[in-house]
């Protein structure tokens, strides 16, 4: 899960004791420059990396530390904090030099904002302008967006032919019983989710034709058609695996989430080089590349680091 989950066991209080950064261990892998990281720049750092707990993040975090590594940094993995908040106060306490971070998160979750802004790159202009102050710098972000949408099976994109939220509108004035939805609960009660989605596309679901579920579950019911729509993320390996096809978001309701390195301050101003080893394979992180990788954990049950390192290298990032 990705949004704005309430810090568990206390961890802004006691971020160390609470989070599990007292934990974590040195990243180990044998790499060396390819693309990134000659002349090692970053010889001589010693820099920590962290991450919330999902598929996506794991995976990036152990992207981030793999190109520290091969630029020459000596690199501690604290990646997989429970909750969304834990990690951000981590890179903002200084416990953590940097993370991937989502600009929707930051826009709405932790600086308060309740619209989001819907040109990508002003959002996340905006996002980094309100971090300087909290003594954190995002670095350009990635065209990956994991945000949310309605996804169907092919079948019933056969049958009913909806490519867009407007479509799906449509289909449910038309024929109320057509449009069934499995939704996670959080995403039916908020304000960037289900009920703000049927407001801006006047869009009117019958609650009986609502189901909520776990979001594992969703995907494998949409597949089987047990729901005709289904809430996704848009990076969610499941969606190619299962061939799903997902709904065109035509009205750009939902918030802008692409993901960029959240790096704090006073790490980036002592290793400046954090920018240019980490830019150029942001740049490559798209929700096509997020979706193959995540796939690879997700259905076929590869260790995320691994598939981290695999893609590294088969970028030529790192050797």
Known sequence: MRRTFPVLGGCLVVLAAGCGLTSGSPMVD?????SVGRGLPLNGADLTVTSKEFTEQLILGAIMGIAFEAAGAHVLDRTGIQGSIGAREAVKSGD???MYE???TAWITYQGNSEPIADPQEQWAAVRRADLGNGLTWLPKAPLNNTYALAMNRSGLRRYGTRTLSDVAALAKK????????VESEFANRADG???MEKAYGMSVPAGNITQMDTGIIYTQVAKGSCRYGEVFTTDGRIRSMNLAVMRDDRTF???YNAAPEINSRSLRKWPAIAEVLNPITERLDNTVAQELNAKVDVAGEDPHDVALDWMKAQG???
């Open 175 to 182: 024929d109320p019983g057509a449009v069934t939805l499995c």
């Open 30 to 34: 044998d790499v060396k420059p390819g």
């Open 102 to 104: 989502y600009t929707g």
């Open 194 to 196: 289900l009920p703000g």
């Open 254 to 256: 939902f918030p802008n």
């Open 317 to 319: 990032f790192v050797r």
């Open 96 to 98: 953590a030099d940097g």
